[in-house]
């Protein structure tokens, strides 16, 4: 596997959630959509790949977040003992995506992260391209 590939994927996992924390408390569910989408992007584009792998990156990325915020949720309610502050600031916000709106929103979120990923992906052969047209 490429180590673009593992960085991408590695910077659209660790972002998403902190991020999506940060801007939903900012723009409510506007600033959740939006933080999948950039953590989409930023993968998207470091990854160096193609359209439809950077698609895969931002969407499993974001899916992969969205599955480790359900597991720190499961061991927050579980923990017998007084957690970290942060563990129940991701704990809350997975509750507010999986229940908390009218519809559940993980997977509006997971494919914002995977048209995230495109647009990484698209902006990163647009420079290139770009890149080239100077230099003749």
């Known amino acids: 596997m490429n180590k673009r590939v593992i960085i991408g994927f590695s910077v659209t996992v660790i972002t998403a959630l902190p991020l999506s924390i940060f801007l939903t408390t900012h723009l409510q569910l506007f600033g959740s959509m939006l933080g999948f989408f950039v953590s989409g992007l930023v993968g998207g584009y470091l990854s160096k790949i193609d359209e439809m792998k950077a698609f895969l990156i931002g969407f499993t990325g974001s899916l992969l977040a969205c599955l480790l915020g ?39 979120v997971v494919m914002l992260g995977g048209i995230g990923g495109v647009t990484g992906g698209a902006v990163n052969i647009w420079r290139k391209k770009r890149k080239k047209e100077i230099k003749l």
């Open 70 to 108: 359900i597991a720190t949720l499961l061991a927050v309610a579980n923990s017998p003992a007084e957690t970290l502050e942060p563990l129940v600031y991701v704990a809350s916000y997975v509750l507010w995506l999986n229940v908390g709106s009218p519809i559940n929103l993980v997977p509006v």
